[in-house]
């Protein structure tokens, strides 16, 4: 907002900028997911490249301490930022109190106003709440996503509640640092909404590195003791209990729009039945003056999409034209090997009765995957059967996150499958497999 020329000011009330992702989120959660897999690496597979180490062990305190100095510097490089475009930025809680005003309370004390001619709320999403896990994280023993990235030893046995990203991510962190992790999901499939070929894949690999898994399982209750605590399930359709003893349980059934104290209902603005600001196809709310984005609006909660999201809302004030293609947003589970996705899955293709073909190489037969001793996983393109117009993008392997970009661009731009099949890859690379895939999509792979 600021580079377009609009005076712009920021109320935050955490006392670091970055939101969740910075401060309590992606970047904590990747730096601790690097350092257990380089140990995880060292442990179980230097073997394998001819490296012998002896003595290694886990400095949990440094590690932390390693993340920290992480989050520090990239919310520090915020302020500047802020600094170098000249944006106002104000410590406390904000509340709207009218179209083109906002009451701010000072973090250091009393209150202060702003008005303006455009009010964004970007306040993003807090854990939702599992009343039979109620969340103690000074505790440390019932905690969430926040919790689980303050812990101050590594715990013997750990329950994760909720099989989605954060369940899964964390989970593996520990998993990789000795925790005897389970992982209790109401559905019958992990990250439900993600395409079930990944989906199945990634629990036989969890599995495989000590992950254990009880699906189709509810929470009914918890009780913390001295030693730990004692989580009560059983099978979401109904039926006998069981007890599970944990050091820790990290509740990760989710997120919720963070809208408490905005002033939303007294200025009239809607919410939706899931708690979520309604906004039109240019992100404003019913009332003139007033814009949402992020977490709070409906669509996935990602920090890229609330990102672009922002960008397109301020470029619409400044009187441009701000435009998503929430088709082409992808997601990423940063497990390892990582889930990258862009587009349809073949479920939803199938439901809406779209005709396509699938092209799938795995990673077992790429020749850098080979070369590295990292070849779980595969990509998937799928393709309109008519056009050849990629309709969705699938991988499940290592660098997933950074090779679905490729996917995107197909997916923004409308590639077709021979589009990238033709394009020339360097050799030997990952991205091999996404061309293998292609070929395979719309005529046949050559490596396989």
Same mark, same amino acid.
């Given at each position: /907002? ?28 990747? /730096? ?9 690496? @060292?442990?179980?597979? %230097? ?14 305190? &440094? ?13 520090? *490089? ?21 179209? $083109?005003?906002?009451?701010? =309370? ?11 001619? $455009? ?10 709440? +599992?009343?039979? @896990?109620?969340?103690? $994280? ?12 303050? +812990? ?18 964390? *989970? ?31 629990? &036989? !690999? ?20 001295? =030693? ?31 809208? /408490?104290?905005?002033? +939303? ?40 999409? =609330? ?46 009765? !779209? ?6 190489? $795995? %990673?077992? @037969?790429?020749?850098?995957?080979? @070369? ?5 996983? %595969?990509?998937?393109? +799928? =393709? ?11 991988? !499940? ?52």
């Amino acid at each position: /907002a600021a580079q377009l020329g609009l005076k712009t000011a920021c109320v935050e009330g955490r006392g670091r900028l970055g939101g969740t992702c910075l401060n309590v989120g992606c970047i904590p959660s990747k /730096a601790l997911l690097e350092s257990s897999h380089h140990y995880h690496v @060292a442990k179980h597979d %230097f073997d394998k490249f001819g490296l012998e180490v002896d003595g290694l062990r886990v400095n949990f305190g &440094r590690m932390m301490s390693q993340k920290d100095d992480v989050v520090e510097g990239l919310t520090s *490089g915020i302020e500047g930022l802020f600094k170098k475009n000249k944006v106002s930025y104000i410590k406390g809680w904000g509340k709207i109190i009218g179209s $083109n005003e906002v009451s701010v =309370a000072l973090t250091e004390g009393g209150n202060e106003s702003i008005k303006a001619k $455009n009010i964004l709320i970007a306040s993003g999403s807090e854990v939702t709440p +599992l009343p039979p @896990a109620p969340v103690d $994280n000074e505790g440390k023993k019932i905690v969430d996503s926040t919790g689980a990235l303050e +812990l101050d030893k590594i715990p013997d046995k750990m329950v994760v509640v909720g099989g989605g990203v954060i369940g899964l991510e964390l *989970g593996s962190v520990y998993s990789r640092l000795g925790t005897e992790v389970t992982v209790v999901e109401y559905m019958n499939t992990l990250c439900p909404g993600m395409d079930k070929e990944l989906t199945k894949y990634l629990d &036989r !690999v969890l599995k495989k590195q000590g992950l254990k898994f009880k699906m189709k399982t509810k929470v009914t209750g918890t009780e913390v003791t001295d =030693a730990g605590v004692k989580v009560t399930v059983e099978p979401a359709a109904g039926g006998d209990a069981e007890e599970i003893e944990a050091d820790v349980v990290l509740v990760a059934t989710g997120r919720r729009p963070y809208t /408490a104290g905005l002033g +939303l209902e007294e200025l009239g603005i809607p919410l939706d039945a899931q708690g979520r600001v309604e906004v039109d196809e240019h992100f404003r709310t019913q009332v003139d003056g007033i814009w949402a984005i992020g977490d709070v609006i409906k669509g996935p909660m990602l920090a890229h999409k =609330a990102e672009h999201e922002g960008i397109a809302a301020v470029e619409t004030m400044a009187g441009m034209s701000g435009h998503i293609n929430y088709s082409a947003i992808p997601g990423v589970i940063y497990t390892h090997p990582e889930v990258a996705s862009v587009g349809a899955t073949e479920e939803e293709l199938k439901e809406a009765g !779209v005709k396509f073909r699938k092209g799938k190489f $795995n %990673f077992m @037969a790429n020749s850098r995957g080979r @070369a590295v001793q990292d070849t779980d996983g %595969f990509v998937k393109v +799928l =393709a309109d059967a008519e056009t050849d117009r990629i309709l969705g993008v699938h991988i !499940v392997g290592p660098n997933a996150g950074e090779m679905i970009m490729e996917g995107v661009i197909a997916v923004e731009y409308s590639a077709s499958s021979e589009d990238l099949a033709r394009a020339t890859h360097a050799h030997p690379t990952l991205s091999e497999a996404m061309k293998e895939a292609c070929l395979a999509c719309f005529s046949k792979p050559i490596h396989s």
